[in-house]
């Protein structure tokens, strides 16, 4: 496997000294490791990883799935809606991903607020009181709750080498 590294939290954009959200959680590499690890990391990409590839340690690719959803263009709740759920599910297979930024782009403004305050699972009681008294519907948070212990059940499985690459693929394909 290639050697890599995390990005750090503090890469800047080239906008200056905020934290681009799209490079949060991604694997990057040197371009020179790319070129000598090109059918692993590309399996990593295929199974949901988003990788970065460095040219003297500058952004030069970003690699995400085919089937990854498109970077919002539009309304600013798509845009929320993707930072949040990319936050909250780091890591998380492209099937999971997708439903729960679709189901958050459909909330109102201060909804998607409200989630913006949520860093981490499991929520502090006084995070989660607040949150649902914003939410009109507070089965949205029970599902994004669920979603995180799935991802978390996924990467543990991957860690106890119980999750194989063709399990993946075979509960994503759709038999007629």
Known sequence: MAKAKKLDDNLQTDHGNKQNPRFQGVTRYK????RENLKSILDEVHLGKRVLIDVRDTPYAFLIPADAPAAPMGEYEDQLACIISERLLKDAPMHILRPQIEELA???REELFALMDIDKFPLPREVRKRVLAKLKNPE????LEKRRKIVDSILAAKRDGLYEASEHATGLQTFE
């Open 140 to 143: 949205i948070l029970k599902r």
């Open 106 to 108: 459909r909330l109102e």
């Open 31 to 34: 371009v020179s490791t790319f």
